[in-house]
């Protein structure tokens, strides 16, 4: 049996079966054998995307360039609805409390939550933002790696930090699921569009499997019958894409990489 997993957007997780349930029956549709009944939840996403029984999982662009390339193709992207989004492409919002500076500038020498250095929308995608405003090589005075954007969130509510890049689609999740994540907290500024969030599956998928893959997340998100399903997870459309679409992301990684998030100890 294959494994397939959907971890990144988790505001809805019923949502988010309800979505698989459909997604299996088109694999299943298009001809595509040993289609997971349901989805795994690993605590270990670099070791599951590493996996060669991917049938489906969905991770982010930055490891996705530095890191797994050489284990994974990639299937495409979805499109959302969510503010910020467009196409391929999302952004990251950036929080800070309400009571507290109305723009970036207001947040230098500050502390700003990071949900890993692994991410980009969380990290790096906030890195690139303030590139042009640091001085010496930096621009805040310290960083919080939180483990989450929900870790981040919180973080910048208790004031243990000050400013948290928060990817649009989960932020919209959360405004709608989780609400009181966001009480005290007001919108300061967006990074850069970015491509969003890659779809992939094993290298050892066969090439008539991804095409398999493809045909099929395409027609389930054309589908009238899922429209409602699809909306509670802010999903517009599919686009097969190569990795090639996320050359930005190493582009960007690159341009950004003198940029420290805090000064050296």
Partial sequence: MRIASLPMYDAAPGAVDAWWQALARAFQAEGLRDVPPSLARPVDLDAHWRDPRVLL???????LVTTLLPLVQVVGGFHYSAPGCAGLAYR????ARVDDAAAIEG?????AAINSLESHSGCHALRARVAPLARAGTFFGDCLISGSHRGSLAAVRTGAADIAAIDCVSLAGFRRHEPERLQGLRVVGSTAPAPGLPLVTSRLTSPAELGALRRALGAACADPALADVRAGLFIAGFEAASADAWQAIADLRLS?????LSPSP
């Fill in 256 to 260: 950004t990489h003198g940029l420290a």
């Fill in 57 to 63: 999982s969905q991770t982010c662009g930055y490891p």
């Fill in 92 to 95: 990251s919002e950036l929080l």
């Fill in 107 to 111: 947040y230098r020498g500050r502390i």
